[in-house]
C-alpha cells in the first residue's frame, strides 16, 4: 500500500522558515519523481515544488522560487520554506505519480497518490 505521510507544518510569523517532511512506502521510492502542492482555504490545488527520481533536478513555482527548497534521502523528500509570507499559509501535501509522467504533467496537476497533508499558517 502506498503511504505518504507529511509532517513539520505549524504556525509562523511571516519571515520565518519551516521544513516539511514526507516519509514514503509502498512504493520504490528512489524511481519516482516527488512533488509538493498546496491547497489553500477556498482555492483549488498549486503545485510548488519537484524533485527528480535521482534528486538532480529541482523545479519550483514561481512565487516560491528562492525560498523554498526541496530535497530527498532514502524515503522522504523534504521541502524547506524560508521567508514565509501569508499567502505561502495552505495544507501542504506530497504527491507521487506512479506512471512515470514527466514532471510537467505533475506541475499540471498528474498525480496517483497523495498524502493526508500538513497545515503551514503564517501570521502577518
Known amino acids: 500500500e502506498v503511504q505518504l505521510v507529511e509532517s513539520g507544518g505549524g504556525l509562523v510569523q511571516s519571515g520565518g522558515s519551516l521544513i516539511l517532511s514526507c516519509a514514503a512506502s509502498g512504493f520504490s521510492f528512489g524511481n519516482f519523481n516527488m512533488s509538493w502542492v498546496r491547497q489553500a482555504p477556498g482555492k483549488g490545488p498549486e503545485w510548488v515544488s519537484a524533485i527528480s527520481s535521482g534528486g538532480d533536478k529541482t523545479y519550483y513555482e514561481d512565487s516560491v522560487k528562492g525560498r523554498f527548497t526541496i530535497s530527498r534521502d532514502n524515503v522522504t523528500v523534504h521541502l524547506l520554506m524560508t521567508s514565509l509570507k501569508p499567502e505561502d499559509t495552505a495544507r501542504y501535501f506530497c504527491?507521487?505519480?506512479?506512471?512515470?509522467?514527466?514532471?510537467?504533467?505533475?506541475?499540471?496537476?498528474?498525480?496517483?497518490?497523495w498524502g493526508q497533508g500538513t497545515q503551514v499558517t503564517v501570521s502577518s
Open positions: 504527491a507521487v505519480d506512479l506512471t512515470g509522467r514527466p514532471i510537467a504533467a505533475n506541475m499540471e496537476g498528474n498525480y496517483d497518490y
